[in-house]
């Protein structure tokens, strides 16, 4: 297992469109792994691997509390295939847009199906914290952002903001390079 860097905010990868996975082989249970180390050490509780520059229909997610037993989910091409009419607000944050944080409005119980760590087709209906998490990894397959959710003008803020940061430290690295 390896923590793997996070892309962040304003890199277009983030708007790539995830691809399928085909077969779920060792590869992917050791991409799964990483990207569950990953999100562990960030600190999150979930992560698409779209969000560690690879561009495939994976995501970890651990909805437990920091006192709680890790309750780790590995979903393969998941898909929602129903949602609520209720709707739920909760404050979301991202690990690609670090300490941003607004409140996104969503269905407040959705049901996906998935590929498990091995293989397997399942379903899991969830509702809460596990719920927003699921919509909101998934979002990132689709190269959809939190900030997506918000007007444009917190969106065009928030990008705003971060592309500065993105410039500022690459005109960093460019001076340091050339002492």
Known sequence: MAIRPIISLPDPRLRLKSEPIAVVDDAVRALMDDMLETMYDAPGIGLAAVQIGVPKRVIV????????????????????????????????????????????????????????????????????????????????????????Y????????????????AKREAEERAAEARV
């Open 61 to 148: 997610i651990d909805p437990a509390k920091k006192d709680e037993e890790p309750r780790a989910l590995f979903l393969v091409n998941p898909q929602i295939v129903w949602s609520s009419e209720a709707r739920s607000s909760y404050e979301e944050g991202c690990l690609s847009i670090p300490d941003y944080y607004e409140e996104v409005e969503r269905p407040s119980k959705v049901r996906a199906r998935f590929l498990d760590r091995m293989g397997k087709l399942q379903e899991i209906e969830a509702e809460g914290v596990l719920a927003t998490a699921l919509q909101h990894e998934i979002d990132h397959l689709n190269g959809v952002l939190f900030i997506d």
């Open 150 to 165: 918000l007007s444009k003008l917190k969106r065009d803020r928030v990008v705003k903001k971060f592309t500065k940061a």
